[in-house]
């Protein structure tokens, strides 16, 4: 009886946590396949334009890039601000082919981002220092995504933390943008 106990024990510890428990190392498992395409200015759908200028009034687009993945399909549409800052929106293809502002995103320095998520990312088993941050306001609820690039992994962001009313979440699965 007791060598079946052993087994099913060290089974149990071994299982994954529940999907609000953070990982112990807190580092994301790899993303899924994207398949990424630049778009000519000339070429961008109808309405990816005007999307950008409601949605960062001013914007001067820059290039564009399509991105299918998980049976959805993308437009990222970098360009700058009328103040010259650097700037990225995500735009959705909806089922009826409209386009759906999803997230408006910037590179900042790591030092930027605010100091609980800093210290949430820093409490993590893995702990790194990220070489890139992506700061992503998610245009449907206002919420902020931290986005960290571990060292030499430029691909995928490594590690996702959301801030909101003052309060940093390590996300224990990527976002869905």
């Not at 049976?71 to 293809?93: A, K, Q």
Request: glycine content about 6%; charged content about 25%.
């Amino acid at each position: 009886m007791r060598l079946l106990a052993l087994p099913l024990i060290a089974l149990a510890a071994c299982s994954p946590a529940g999907n609000d428990a953070a990982p112990a190392n807190g580092v994301l498992a790899e993303g899924p396949e994207t398949a990424i395409s630049n778009v000519a200015a000339t070429e961008l759908p109808t309405g990816v334009a005007e999307l950008a200028e409601v949605t960062v009034p001013g914007m001067r687009i820059a290039e564009a890039e399509r991105k299918d993945r998980d049976g959805r399909t993308y437009y990222d549409v970098e360009g700058t601000r009328p103040d010259g800052s650097e700037v990225e929106i995500d735009m959705l293809v909806q089922p009826d082919g409209s386009l759906k502002a999803v997230e408006v995103q910037r590179d900042i320095a790591w030092e930027a981002a605010p100091a609980p998520v800093r210290a949430a990312a820093a409490a993590t088993a893995d702990a790194f220092t990220p070489e890139r941050v992506i700061e992503s306001r998610q245009v449907e609820d206002g919420r902020i995504l931290y986005e960290l690039f571990a060292p030499g992994k430029p691909k995928d962001p490594a590690m996702e933390i959301a801030w909101a009313d003052g309060k940093a979440t390590l996300l224990t699965e990527r976002a869905i943008h």
